[in-house]
């Protein structure tokens, strides 16, 4: 069975400095892995995502994520942190019955 | 092109009354998904439905029930409700199923029990 697990319910940092949302996941099936964000009262928005092919994937915002299959991760990396930024951030599996499997998120908070 | 379309966006019903809730996905998609949002417990995934039929389903109780129109739409219907379905349902919609084919969501609807 697939699993999704993200390090850190809530996670800080000042604006300008490193974002780094951690998941790992469990799969028995080259899985194919994706990042939302989701905005205050709205619905998810996807980042990126990973299928196959290079490993480090760029999506939208200036996030990026690196597929490490010998560490099971995805972690989704950002340089520079925008006030912007602060939202929800939910990694996600497909399974090979297809439904998407999400990780339980992590709340980014950007401080001034 | 209009994205995933969810109504209501806000529902208040009591304890032991019905539920229903109204999904339109982005025209030319033909899967659609219901996840269950709750305080602190991330989306759990309820139902799938691509071409009409039921794919899949969550570990939900027999309750939560739904179908999917002939135009795609689809709705979820939520019977006896009980205080602890207070959530955001969301749908998400995609093409014809595949692995690494994208999820769209809506704005979901906000679900409470009271």
């Known amino acids: 069975a697939q699993s999704v697990t993200q390090l850190g319910s809530h996670v800080s940092v000042s604006e300008g400095a490193l974002v780094l949302l951690r998941c790992n996941y469990s799969?028995?099936?080259?899985?194919?892995l994706f990042w939302y964000v989701q905005y205050p009262n709205q619905g998810l928005q996807l980042l990126l995502k990973?299928?196959?092919?290079?490993?480090l994937v760029k999506g939208i915002n200036g996030f990026e994520a690196e597929f490490k299959k010998s560490e099971t991760s995805f972690h989704l990396t950002k340089p520079s942190a925008h006030m912007s930024d602060a939202a929800e951030y939910f990694c996600a599996v497909t399974s090979g019955t297809y439904k998407y499997i999400f990780g339980t998120g992590t709340r980014l908070k950007v401080l001034a | 092109e209009a994205g995933v379309t969810q109504s209501p966006t806000h529902l208040i019903k009591t304890r032991g009354q019905q539920a229903t809730l109204r999904c339109s996905p982005i025209s030319g998609h033909t899967s659609v998904y219901w996840y269950q949002q709750a305080l602190g417990l991330g989306l759990q995934f309820l139902l799938w439905?691509?071409?009409?039929?039921?794919?899949n389903r969550g570990n939900f109780p027999p309750r939560f029930s739904g179908r999917q129109f002939p135009n795609y739409s689809s709705e979820l219907n939520v019977n006896a409700l009980e205080l602890e379905d207070s959530a955001l349902y969301l749908c998400?919609?995609?093409?014809?199923?595949?692995?690494?084919?994208?999820?769209?969501f809506g704005q979901g609807t906000r679900l409470t029990v009271v």
């Open positions: 799969s028995s099936v080259p899985p194919y």
């Open positions: 990973y299928t196959t092919g290079a490993t």
């Open positions: 998400a919609s995609s093409l014809a199923p595949g692995l690494n084919t994208e999820a769209f």
């Open positions: 439905y691509d071409e009409g039929e039921e794919r």
